[in-house]
């Protein structure tokens, strides 16, 4: 198996649904084509704000051949593959490799939770072991599972008994930590990050790859962010690094995801309604949510960026 180094932006895609509460398929290509035209090097499906914890194996199994096939090897696609089951984890692994998936991804169990760094890595290499040839990327998200295990610790332990260790999909603000994993045995694993609005600190620290939600709609404003980092053009980095923070700030006032879907259908791509507990803003949060984020001309701002960020191989891939 050959391990890959992601380069560039991963954009974790939201789900849509029709009026009846089942899926939307069909709006999938739409988004795919809008993704490979903004330049990004991937998506990220059936995660947070794919709402993976909400559809069933069988709907998230239907999501990843809907993209495997949009997508047709433009560039790369991750599939989350966590559940509170380790068992329909281990379906949704084998099922991801059986169609052609690039890399897959878990979660931590969040209800019944690892009790320490061994019990995590054990729990992860049952589901790595259902898809033994793709890289498999454990997905950090303390804030949402509860689990905020060490992850040096955990690098150090699944090497040995996750064969096909790739990394880590790392939302947390720890950069520090962050820092030492993307160090740790010289830059053995490849470590994306998952704060979009801390971006430009990863670079600093090393970053190279990152998966986010808000790159579905605004990836060139990211992609700039990079470029201008890796030109030196450091305060014109910040510049647009604070567009991003102003759009998050604009996002927080709202529950997130149903905020960034709302951001979706402004720009012309109705997802439907969420799925309960989530909701969708009302008429008057959307509206308000539109007002903020023209207040700081967010539109106009990624509108105007144009181009990638640095010269790839393609899909992403660094070897």
Same mark, same amino acid.
């Given at each position: ?90 379906? &949704?692994?084998?099922?991801? !490799?059986?169609?052609?998936?690039? *890399? $897959?991804? %878990?979660?931590?169990? #969040?209800?019944? +939770? ?84 801390? &971006?430009?600190?990863?670079? !600093?620290?090393?970053?190279?790859? *990152? $998966?986010? %939600?808000?790159?579905? #709609?605004?990836? +060139? ?99």
């Amino acid at each position: 198996m050959n391990m890959i180094k992601i380069e560039g932006l991963i954009a974790a895609t939201f789900c849509s649904f029709n009026s009846d509460g089942s899926l939307n398929l069909s709006l999938i290509p739409a988004i795919v084509d809008k993704m490979v035209e903004d330049g990004l090097s991937g998506v990220f499906i059936c995660g947070t704000n794919g709402e993976g914890p909400n559809l069933t194996i069988e709907e998230r199994m239907a999501v990843a051949e809907a993209y495997i096939q949009a997508v047709n090897k433009r560039i790369l696609v991750l599939v989350h593959v966590g559940h509170s089951s380790i068992a329909e984890s281990r379906k &949704l692994a084998a099922h991801a !490799a059986s169609i052609g998936a690039d *890399a $897959i991804s %878990s979660v931590a169990a #969040f209800y019944f +939770k690892p009790s320490s760094v061994q019990n995590l890595v054990e729990s992860m290499a049952q589901i790595a072991s259902a898809a033994p040839d793709l890289p498999f990327y454990y997905y950090h998200i303390p804030t949402l599972t509860g689990v905020g295990l060490d992850m040096i610790d955990f690098l150090r332990l699944g090497e040995e008994q996750i064969p096909n260790l790739a990394g880590i999909k790392y939302t947390a603000s720890t950069l520090h930590e962050y820092q030492a994993c993307l160090n740790y045995k010289q830059g053995k694993f490849d470590i994306l990050f998952g704060y979009d609005e801390m &971006l430009l600190g990863a670079l !600093a620290v090393g970053a190279k790859g *990152a $998966i986010g %939600s808000t790159y579905t #709609f605004s990836a +060139k404003l990211y992609l700039q962010v990079i470029a201008h980092y890796n030109r030196n053009e450091k305060e014109k980095a910040r510049e647009l690094q604070m567009v991003s923070i102003g759009m998050v700030r604009c996002l927080v006032q709202f529950p997130a995801i149903p905020a960034q879907r709302a951001i979706m259908k402004i720009l012309g791509y109705d997802l439907g309604q969420c799925r309960m507990p989530l909701k969708e803003l009302s008429t008057k949060e959307a509206e308000l949510l539109k007002a903020g984020l023209n207040a700081i001309n967010f539109f106009e701002v990624v509108d105007s960026c144009s181009g990638k960020a640095t010269e790839m191989s393609p899909a992403g891939l660094k070897n």
